[in-house]
């Protein structure tokens, strides 16, 4: 007998058609994931089998694939010889580690040439546990326990609880978004559930030196890393913004200030995302929270690009964003103090519902074309993932 870990697909085993596309993305992951230690994986139908040499990395191993999207549920097993004999004694053994009154076997044959039928399994193996446990009995609808027993061709799997995996889609599998990472808390979360979707991440950040401080820009570095857990590489882009946005506030008007600047940074979104081959903008823009996010701002803002735009935040509320702000580890970098573009110049008043021929009117007087040109001949891209301590010593 061996411990082993045993990984079941989740969501993705309904991909009929991308089925195999989907499995071997996530085995990709996983490997990378797990690089570091000494392991095997085994590929099988619908499953993955983790066998590790060291019993000391079991807990590192869970962690880690805690971490990884297309994962249901990730077990501990006990890998046994597909004997019924021997199976009998290793359940025994697995079974007398608990305590219990009441439990039930459930049993997978996807091995047909194993003599006896799922439900006989239970029966024989049942009555064997009967007999060598005292004080136990059957119970099929509330068990204290249940032995799930997965029999296959030379290798039988049992086990009792499973832990719940991230689901969603292997990172990835989509191909790239650009997310729109600001400082606060909602963008990061949008980043998550979009890498939860199989989407792989590429950042852009406008910075507004000297008026933003390169603290601003760790904290979005640092929110990064934390993302990295998910998805072990992302690119990061900081674009100067800081002439655009002084040309907005001197040029147009305060109300419209608000409106006109978010419209810069989708215009640039847009075109960034183009060169680096992304095919959606992700933001953590939510209906209502400010005066940009009104639906008539969002109408009046979208209006530049024709790019897919999704907003997975925009039907939480705070609190729930919150929640998995914390969740991800997120929550305590974003609420640090350091000001963000936005909070730098944000107008007194800005206009709630923005009429869009005024909005165009006003965007006439800069020469937005040539200044979004000349931020994105000087953007800086760095890349973030999970290893690189070294690179950025202020960091976490
Ligand atoms: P967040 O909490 O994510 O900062 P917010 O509630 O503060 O969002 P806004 O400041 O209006 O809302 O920004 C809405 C969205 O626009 C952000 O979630 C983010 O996706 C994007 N955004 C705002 N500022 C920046 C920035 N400096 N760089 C990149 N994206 C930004
Ligand atoms: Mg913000």
Do not use: W
Not at 188 to 214: D, M, N, Q, W
Request: aromatic share 6%.
């Amino acid at each position: 007998m061996s411990r082993v870990i045993l990984i079941k697909y989740g969501e993705l085993t309904t991909k009929k058609g991308n089925r195999n596309l989907f499995i071997n993305q996530l085995n990709q992951n996983i490997n990378h994931k797990l690089k570091h230690l000494d392991l095997i994986i085994i590929k099988e139908r619908g499953r993955a089998f983790i066998e590790f040499n060291n019993p000391s990395d079991l807990d590192e191993i869970i962690q880690q694939l805690r971490q990884v999207f297309g994962i249901h549920a990730i077990v501990i097993a006990d890998k046994v010889t597909t004997d019924l004999d021997i199976i009998k004694s290793s359940s025994l053994n697995l079974m007398k580690e608990k305590e219990f009154k009441t439990f039930k076997i459930e049993t997978k044959r996807s091995n047909k040439d194993f003599p006896l039928k799922s439900l006989e399994v239970n029966k024989a193996l049942g009555s064997y546990l009967l007999q060598n446990i005292p004080d136990i009995n059957v119970d099929v609808h509330q068990p204290d326990i249940t032995l799930m027993l997965e029999i296959r061709k030379d290798y039988s799997y049992l086990y009792m609880d499973e832990i719940k995996g991230l689901g969603g889609y292997p990172v990835s599998i989509q191909g790239k978004g650009m997310l729109m990472l600001s400082g606060g808390i909602d963008s990061p979360v949008a980043g998550f559930l979009a890498l939860k979707r199989g989407i792989k991440l590429e950042c852009i950040y406008f910075e507004s030196l000297p008026h933003t401080s390169i603290e601003a820009r760790n904290k979005v570095i640092n929110l990064i890393k934390k993302l990295t857990n998910y998805d072990s590489n992302i690119k990061l882009h900081i674009i100067p913004f800081t002439k655009i946005q002084e040309e907005i506030y001197q040029k147009t008007d305060a109300a419209y200030s608000m409106t006109i600047m978010r419209r810069m940074m989708y215009r640039i979104t847009e075109k960034l995302a183009l060169k680096n081959n992304c095919l959606v903008i992700i933001n953590g823009e939510n209906i209502g929270q400010v005066a940009s996010q009104t639906l008539t701002s969002l109408f009046a803002i979208n209006e530049v690009t024709t790019m897919p735009v999704i907003r997975p935040v925009s039907c939480l509320d705070k609190m729930e964003i919150i929640s998995l702000a914390n969740k991800i580890g997120t929550y305590d970098i974003s609420i640090l103090p350091y000001e963000d573009c936005c909070t730098i110049f944000v107008p007194k008043h800005p206009v709630i519902n923005p009429r869009l021929d005024k909005t165009k009117e006003l965007e006439k007087r800069i020469n937005y074309q040539e200044l979004i040109k000349e931020s994105l001949d000087n953007v800086i891209t760095i890349e973030v993932s999970n290893h690189s301590k070294e690179e950025f010593p202020d960091l976490l």
